[in-house]
């Protein structure tokens, strides 16, 4: 009878540890909300996709947030997975709207789309306000100007936030930064090695040493930095990529040179660029982007220029011809812009079966000793792509990789490990390349021997 009872009281002593244990683990593993505005649009979709499918998706809780409960059901048949995603009812241009949606949020990421124009940072004052992280996709210069304006105030709310953290600009800048900081030695060679088929492993010793040097040869500085994008069609994007062609048609572009700030008419200073197998030879046009001004800035680059083509090569003449024949005034009202842009999408949807909707960036780096070094990221569908690429700067900052402030993405305080960064964003890649000569990825070069290729 006492072995009976003494068994009896192990087994219930047994069962209430492994009750309690399983309520901690629980506790311990409770999901991170992350509330994607714009989530029903293609962009916002994109993310909220890649962050259900992605590394870690077992850790979060997505809500996509829009104004309509029709349109998530819409963006839900595009992509499937979004039912996995919980429907949130947000007017963005509501403050006490938004303020009711991000409450309580692991991190809010800031897809509404387009940002040109736009008076204020309404999003992220209130994340800001709420201590709730934030991500956004702007790719707009005076707004993220904005947003950096309220550096002190993020910093001073303990409150981690990442502009411009999309695909271009984004993932571009991390490109440029890596290489940037290969040629100055602040890593070591193997640090600097990513691509497509995976990063080679590394220890501590291969990490920055605390006086930003690292062996390996004479520290090398950047004189110009050149990115060149590519989109076929509207990269299945929607109407979002017209609005904001058309917006930055009607907006001078500021490039740097040696320096000095310089502006140039929008859709101008034509360089046909080879983007490598798959692309090829492009025409490449001037257009005001903030990566420009970020890597000029935070990676004191001398000169720095954007340049963006599309295919077919038509668009890029119609781009043209809108920059030159409608008015200013008419270009950058955002109202008109979205008429133009609805009344041009039955144009783009006829084409876009047969344009497809690549997407490649290429980043040429030259440097003071005369070398270039170059980086190509190609993917099949910009629709996809943009989502993981935004998805791998919102798990740094899940993750707790950002530190408080609102950063640029190739600042160090945006992420803690760049290369998982860009690793993550190159899932799915045709073609994820770094720290290359721009002769190697213009084509499949041939090995010769001896250390020559053809």
Known sequence: MFCSCALLILLCTAQYTADVAGQQSSKSI????????????????????????????????????????????KAAKRRPSLSGAQFLMCDIDSLQSIKAAIEGAALVIHAAGPFQRKGSCTVLEACIDAKVPYVDVCDDQEYTEATKALHQKAAGAGVPCITSAGIYPGVSNLMAAHMISLARREVKP???????????????????????????GTPVEPRRVRYFYYTAGSGGVGTTILETSFLLAGTDVVVYVDGKEVKAKPISERIVKDFGPGIGQRSTYLYHLPEVASTHKCLRVPSVSARFATAPEFWNWAMWLVARLLPASFLQDRDKIKWLARISMPWVKLIDPIAGEKVGMLVEVDLEDGSTAAGLYMHKYLSQSVGICVAAFARQILAGGTKPGVWFPEESGAVSDRRAVLQEAARGCQRFELNRPPWALAGDPVRLGLGFYW
């Open 30 to 73: 409770a999901l991170q909300r992350v509330v994607v505005l714009g989530g029903t649009g293609r962009v916002g979709g994109s993310t909220a996709e890649a962050l259900l499918n992605g590394p870690n998706a077992d850790r979060y809780k997505v809500q996509v947030a829009g104004r309509s409960e029709d349109n998530y059901n």
């Open 190 to 216: 193997e640090y600097a090695k990513v691509s497509e088929s995976g990063l080679s492993s590394t220890s501590a010793s291969d990490a920055p040493s605390a006086d930003g040097s690292q062996d390996g």
